[in-house]
């Protein structure tokens, strides 16, 4: 079955530091490539996309992904995060099967420590 | 805010009873897609409602339906309610068919509590 994988449940770093979110997806054909974020007690916010050209996709507040297609994945990454960084963030791919309906992975935490 | 707007943003009710979640798209959003999103299933995809009409269909039970009226909201209609129905219940909405825009606009989510 063609699946999204968000390898990490939890992500804690401390502030200023480095973060990557790993996602990799199952799929032989050519798909569409999402992060989304979502704060406490709110709904799934987009911070990029990838639909197709230059595989480095730079998205809001400061965070950029990057698409592999022989690796079949979609790492998002920052630079140095911030208290705020912290939510739940949601890769997503469509055209799989054929359809442009998104799936979503479970989730990865990102928690941010002063 | 996304300028979707989603009411009730929390139902609590016992189970065997029936609710209705109400959801009204962004200004101008032909498309509807209602979401389940729970803590062992995460999210999952309902239904899509394209400018009145059913367009596709995900894991939704028999037991949920949900239409779109001429006014473009939508209702997400769920009944014979069972605990394991308790969850976050998002919709979403995009201009057109996702094949032509890719980009859906989330709004807060109805917290669904059976008891």
């Known amino acids: 079955a063609q699946s999204v994988t968000q390898l990490d449940s939890q992500v804690p770093v401390f502030e200023e530091a480095p973060v990557e979110l790993r996602c990799n997806y199952s799929?032989?054909?050519?798909?569409?490539l999402f992060w989304y974020v979502q704060y406490p007690n709110q709904g799934l916010q987009l911070l990029l996309k990838?639909?197709?050209?230059?595989?480095l996709v730079k998205g809001i507040n400061g965070f950029e992904a990057e698409f592999n297609k022989s690796q079949t994945s979609f790492h998002l990454r920052k630079p140095s995060v911030h208290i705020s960084d912290t939510a739940e963030y949601f890769c997503?791919?469509?055209?799989?099967?054929?359809?442009?309906?998104?799936?979503f992975g479970r989730g990865t935490s990102l928690i941010v420590h002063p | 805010d996304s300028g979707v707007t989603q009411t009730p943003k929390h139902l609590i009710t016992a189970t065997g009873q029936r609710v209705t979640l109400r959801c009204s798209p962004r200004?101008?959003?032909?498309?509807v897609y209602w979401y389940q999103q729970s803590l062992d299933q995460g999210l999952q995809f309902l239904i899509q409602?394209?400018?009145?009409?059913?367009?596709a269909k995900g894991n939704i039970l028999e037991r949920f339906s949900a239409q779109q009226f001429p006014d473009l909201h939508s209702e997400l209609n769920l009944s014979s309610l069972e605990l394991g129905d308790s969850a976050l219940y998002f919709c979403?909405?995009?201009?057109?068919?996702?094949?032509?825009?890719?980009?859906?606009?989330f709004g807060p989510g109805t917290r669904l509590t059976v008891t």
């Open positions: 979403a909405s995009s201009p057109r068919d996702l094949q032509s825009t890719y980009e859906q606009y």
């Open positions: 799929s032989s054909v050519s798909v569409y």
């Open positions: 990838y639909l197709s050209g230059s595989t």
């Open positions: 997503a791919v469509s055209g799989l099967g054929g359809s442009y309906i998104p799936t």
């Open positions: 200004s101008g959003d032909l498309s």
């Open positions: 409602y394209y400018n009145g009409e059913e367009r």
